[in-house]
T-cell receptor, first 108, second 124 residues
Framework: EIVLTQSPGTLSLSPGESATLSCRAS???????LAWYQQKPGQAPRLVIY???TRATGIPVRFSGSGSGTDFSLSISRLEPDDFAVYSC?????????FGQGTILEIK | QVQLQESGPGLVKPSETLSLTCFVS????????WSWIRQAPGKGLEWIGQ?????????NPSLKSRVTMSVDMYKNQFSLKLSSVTAADTAVYYC???FGSGVYSSPYNWLDSWGQGTLVTVSS
């Protein structure tokens, strides 16, 4: 199975700053088949990015995804209080689907 | 807008079978793939498997020997059974829809709608 490794484990930033989260795959992903989800305590994951770089409906332009092959990233500019959450990457191009362990984006 | 809601016992005894149902409202269960995902306390998400309206399934090999999924198109719901549970199966279980219907339906798409999740604890 494809293992996804996210870094850093925790990212401490202040509102207004920019964040870059990384997701590295153990083998090359097919057709940019990577998604990012945002999860807040006690809530279900919410789709943020799919196809490595396409924003889901309702996601602000401050969120952007990039990458290909084995290296992907999620960038969030001008952090707002509502952005602080856990972000998980998900590869869906190869069975079994797999998820990264998550990056905690916390307020500094 | 589609909504998903998981239901089932919150407590299951070790060695017994965990049974959950996901009711889909605001849309038809047909033409889509549907997934189950779980998250153990303090851990990352784990994909359990998926099922399409025709009943075709695809399970995570790590759980395949214990997992059974089914779909009930008349009730617009799908279900998960996990047998011989242990404490390691304690988790929040989510159901989710795989993006794409009709000609765009595929098991290799992202998850675009999720249920709220239900905590299942395995304990005697």
């Amino acid at each position: 199975e494809i293992v996804l490794t996210q870094s850093p484990g925790t990212l401490s930033l202040s509102p207004g700053e920019s964040a870059t989260l990384s997701c590295r795959a153990s083998q090359s992903l097919t057709s940019y088949s990577l998604a990012w989800y945002q999860q807040k305590p006690g809530q279900a994951p919410r789709l943020v990015i799919y196809g490595a770089s396409t924003r889901a409906t309702g996601i602000p332009v401050r969120f952007s995804g990039s990458g290909s092959g084995t290296d992907f990233s999620l960038s969030i500019s001008r952090l707002e209080p509502d952005d602080f959450a856990v972000y998980s990457c998900h590869q869906y191009g190869t069975s079994p689907h797999t998820f990264g362990q998550g990056t905690i984006l916390e307020i500094k | 807008q589609v909504q998903l809601q998981e239901s089932g016992p919150g407590l299951v005894k070790p060695s017994e079978t965990l049974s959950l149902t996901c009711f889909v409202s605001g849309g038809s269960i047909s033409s889509y793939y549907w997934s189950w995902i779980r998250q153990a306390p303090g851990k990352g998400l784990e994909w359990i498997g998926q099922i399409v309206y025709s009943g075709k399934t695809n399970y995570n090999p790590s759980l395949k020997s214990r997992v059974t999924m089914s779909v009930d198109m008349y009730k617009n719901q799908f279900s998960l059974k996990l047998s011989s549970v242990t404490a390691a199966d304690t988790a929040v279980y989510y159901c989710a829809r795989v993006f794409g219907s009709g000609v765009y339906s595929s098991p290799y798409n992202w998850l675009d709608s999720w249920g709220q999740g239900t905590l299942v604890t395995v304990s005697s």
